[in-house]
């Protein structure tokens, strides 16, 4: 004879069953959409030039497929550390554009202009981004100018650090700067690039 409790037990384990299945079918749906958000974002750069198409590859096999893409590129929201990634179809030699968060002064736009290396404020927007062929001098780019802004290293040094590690990380090695962001959170880029410059 079967008793209350018996058939409570065989009802949840029904349930659970059908939950674990449902949860199972819409896995299999996010996993399918995906793969063909995947497979139309490769295919919208078939017939980019090599350098874009190649750092649009990257960013698709990293981050996934687009939020957005139309005739400029491809455009991710707030992926890994970047506020926004944009991959320029047009832009052969620095296709990769990436932003973060970052306080800029208007004091401080001298200096990221003699700095260079892709490195562009936006300090309207509190954004600051960086533009090359890889995520990885990206990387390094934005993390010097903090290291000027936070009083790490002058601007003459951050040039030298710059050329120094750049050349290292063509040959293969990495480094901390060329590996992700070493600072945290919304920053302030504050006037002291001003005193820094060097004509």
Known sequence: METQGDSNFQIGWVMALVLFLLAGSLYSGYRYKLANDIRSAEESIDGWAQAPR????????????????????????????????????????????????????????????VFGHGVIADPDNAELSAQNDRESKNFLALNLVDEVATGGINLQQAQNVYDRTADLADSGKSS???????FQGRQELPSLWVKDLKY
């Open 176 to 182: 901390a700067y060329t590996q992700g962001l070493v």
């Open 54 to 113: 190649l750092a649009a590859g990257v960013m698709i096999e990293k981050y996934g497929p687009p939020d957005r893409s139309g005739p400029i590129g491809l455009v991710w929201f707030r992926r890994g550390p970047w506020k926004r990634i944009v991959v320029h179809q047009v832009d052969l030699n620095a296709p990769l554009e990436q932003v973060v968060d970052y306080d800029v002064k208007a004091q401080s736009l001298d200096g990221l202009r």
